[in-house]
């Protein structure tokens, strides 16, 4: 871009610079490199971006910058040729949109009841028809585990001269540091509801009870006499349907039969938390994910919103397949 900008205004000395850094400098490797329909978000993406730090971009470029920093984990040293900007810029940019993004879209983020609402009978007849004996479980609920590097100890109260450590975050289950996200998965590969993130030794149900989303679907008589499907933790009443507990043995053959074709259904879940790390490999970097340094919530939070737009551009994904379920339009999951 500078290149061309010098030989069209005849500046040769700048001209003959930047042809001669162009040509040294090595191509980027195709396989790397983020596959995105950019004319998809006409709307979501300013044309010029101004940062705090008054660096200038175009809203493009920004997007480019993010996709690409959230797609490959690479320092920002390495995306300098790339990009044709100092790592200092990149990452200002890449902040800025992050926040932009996260701001716009948080409450499409949290939950995305008007499209969820307006395909809740299309949703439960897929659900049925993938295999379920209910005929109103509309969604998947579920908590996620993102491994982070282990944090380093800081002082969080003063008077109390007490330390936030490492256990803070630390999963015993998964057996490492982590931050944790509450899901509900529709049928149509997308993720209509993430709340987070929390630290890792907190229990899907602490994230359920205070995400209060039992609350705004009991709220919302749209979403009456449907139902959420959950693990036995999350319980039974009129928004969330769980598994019957106790042994075998102690077990009806139907309700043995509805135990296992609901945890057949149910894996479908893994498939959009597999699918968000495939996209986003850096989110998948235990190194890069630095609690303190880096906003590690607010990039798996923008990651969801990216995937979910891939979803709705190309149409669908390994669940909406599965479920025989398309995701709506890009323009119409953006705009609800």
Known sequence: M????????????????????????????????????????????????VTRERTKATGLEALCVLLYKLAVPVLWEDTEIFFGRSSCGLSIIFMHLLDLLDATFSSLILFNRNIAAARLKEYSQAVFDAGSPYTNVWCFVDGTVRGVCRPVPRRVHHKKRKLLGQQSIYNGHKRKHALKFQTLVTPDGLISHLFGPYAGRNHDIKMYRESKIAGTIRLDSRFRGFRVFGDCAYGNDDVIV?????????LTAEQTHINACM???????????????SYWKALDVKSSQRIGTQPVGKMYRVGVLMTNCITCIRGGNTASDYFNCPPPDISEYLES
């Not at 500078?2 to 850094?21: H, I, N």
């Not at 769980?242 to 102690?250: D, L, Q, R």
């Open 263 to 277: 945890s057949r259904i149910r894996v479908s879940v893994e498939w959009s938390y597999a699918q968000i790390v």
């Open 2 to 49: 500078r290149w061309q900008l010098a030989k069209e205004e005849e500046q040769y000395f700048e001209e003959a610079v930047l042809f001669a850094a162009l040509a040294s400098a090595p191509p980027p490797c195709p396989r790397i490199r983020t596959r995105f329909n950019f004319n998809a978000l006409p709307d979501a993406i300013p044309d010029n971006i």
């Open 242 to 250: 769980s598994p019957f507990e106790g042994a075998i043995g102690n």
